[in-house]
């Protein structure tokens, strides 16, 4: 089974920019979509971005829309999500995970494949 591995979390201020990849271990994954996803403790898992691999098709969190950019490169086999102009708000452990039937829906169900995740935490 293939493990996906997250990076590039980290402490930054309001305003400053972070770049989390998320690396398959296997080389021939190729998955139909990805997705990022983040939580809060004490909160749901929520929904935050997913590309489609046929056509590049990115969806967003209405919070993080024209602020945060997801990108594959299907050569490393890993996946980007591009993060500006951080908020207190957006202070979570980011996931990525293989997309399931239903992440075009935003959810949070179906996907597989999840990573650990990577601490992302924004100060004022």
């Known amino acids: 089974q293939v493990q996906l591995v997250e990076s590039g979390g980290g402490v930054v201020q309001a305003g400053a920019t972070l770049r989390l990849s998320c690396t398959a271990s296997?080389?021939?994954?190729?998955?139909?979509?990805m997705g990022w996803f983040r939580q809060v403790p004490g909160k749901e898992r929520e929904f935050v971005a997913s590309i489609k691999d046929s056509n590049g098709f990115t969806s967003y969190l209405d919070s993080v829309e024209g602020r945060f950019t997801m990108s594959r490169d299907n050569v490393k086999k890993t996946t980007f999500l591009q993060m500006s102009s951080l908020q207190p708000e957006d202070t979570a452990v980011y996931y990525c995970?293989?997309?399931?039937?239903?992440?075009?829906?935003?959810?949070?169900?179906?996907?597989?494949?999840w990573g650990e995740g990577s601490q992302v935490t924004v100060s004022s």
């Open positions: 995970a293989q997309g399931g039937p239903y992440i075009y829906s935003h959810s949070t169900t179906g996907n597989s494949n």
């Open positions: 296997d080389s021939t994954f190729n998955p139909e979509s």
